[in-house]
């Protein structure tokens, strides 16, 4: 047993769900439908897990510009912090190109794709996304330090 007043003493522990959502960090689409949308968290420390799943059923880009992004993490990330990591371990249906991973910058995942023979890593456009039904979908897990 660990006496609470030493520093090994697990004092911050929580676990909860967020709503994550689609959206660009320009100007976001006019409206994203879901057919699923929920993700997990777990807080030990400052060092946040999650996992989640997007599943878009209608996409309506209207002037939708920028990169596009999963907002919703439960926790912003300190700007002094160094940037946390995302996968996308599975993705499909989507326009172009589908996410393989993402950066954490505040409270938001940057959607990247991969690198190419004739391109380097850049995050996921707007024109990545796709506006039918069943589209977009992507499962998702990382972490990073708040």
Known sequence: ?????????LDDYEEG?????????????TSVGYSI???KYTKVGNLVTFA????TDSVVKGLASGAVVITGLPFAQPSTN???DANCF?????????PLSGEIISSAIYLLKRATSVSATA???????ATG?????VRFSGQYYV
Not at 17 to 28: H, K, Q, R, Y
Not at 133 to 137: A, P, V
């Open 52 to 55: 989640g799943t997007i599943y």
């Open 90 to 98: 599975a993705a499909s249906a989507w326009a172009v190109d589908a």
């Open 133 to 137: 039904g069943s589209n977009n979908f």
């Open 17 to 29: 769900t967020f709503t994550p959502a689609l959206e660009t960090d320009g100007v976001n689409f």
């Open 37 to 39: 949308q929920s993700a």
């Open 123 to 129: 995050t996921l456009a707007v024109a990545d996304v």
């Open 1 to 9: 047993q660990v006496a609470s007043s030493d520093a090994n003493c």
């Open 82 to 84: 160094s940037r946390g």
